[in-house]
């Protein structure tokens, strides 16, 4: 990865989460981060009649940068997300592109009538970032229980995950980057 820009909408500023997730993954990845206001209205993607966000139309929103940029781009979000087919989703990417978005909606314990557990956000904001951002590199669901790309339907396996690729994946991360170069 060249380069990566983080676009928080509907985070709230003040609590630094988004800027701790930028070194996270700025130490993960090995690449230069920011921190970017929206250029789009993250409402252009709202379903009424769900009252969720459908994260396809923030992929295309994220994409449509009037900077042009190369670097990956990554959404961070506190609505919640779905796309047609599921009933939500924590995230979505674009299979070996450049965007990706992931959404703390259902990641904070809040959301599950438990209370407010910051450490608990960050470290699952971190898990789904690393997975979305795992698959703009091209990287696709992984069977290792361990290993952050292991596909998560429910917040207890995001828990039960690493924030780490696995070997696998890590060797198909290196050589993506070999062939690349």
Do not use: I
């Not at 209370?115 to 992984?142: D, I, M, P, S, Y």
């Amino acid at each position: 990865m060249r380069a990566l820009e983080l676009v928080p909408f509907y985070v709230p500023a003040n609590d630094g989460l988004v800027e701790r997730l930028a070194v996270e993954l700025e130490r993960e990845f090995g690449c230069p981060t920011r921190v970017r206001r929206p250029w789009f209205d993250p409402e252009d993607a709202y379903d009424a009649e769900r009252g969720q966000y459908d994260s396809t139309k923030l992929l295309a929103l994220l994409l449509d940068d009037p900077e042009a940029s190369d670097a990956c781009v990554l959404g961070v979000t506190g609505v919640d997300l779905f796309v047609p087919v599921l009933t939500f989703v924590y995230g979505e990417a674009q299979l070996d592109g450049r965007a990706a978005v992931v959404s703390l909606h259902r990641l904070r314990a809040e959301a599950y009538g438990l209370a407010a557990n910051a450490a608990l956000c960050h470290e699952r904001l971190v898990k789904e970032a690393v997975h979305e951002l795992g698959h703009v590199q091209g990287l696709l669901h992984c069977t290792d229980p361990s290993c952050v790309m292991r596909a998560s339907t429910y917040v207890e396996q995001v828990d039960a995950k690493g924030r780490e690729f696995c070997d696998g994946c890590t060797a198909r991360l290196t050589s993506r980057a070999a062939s690349a170069d």
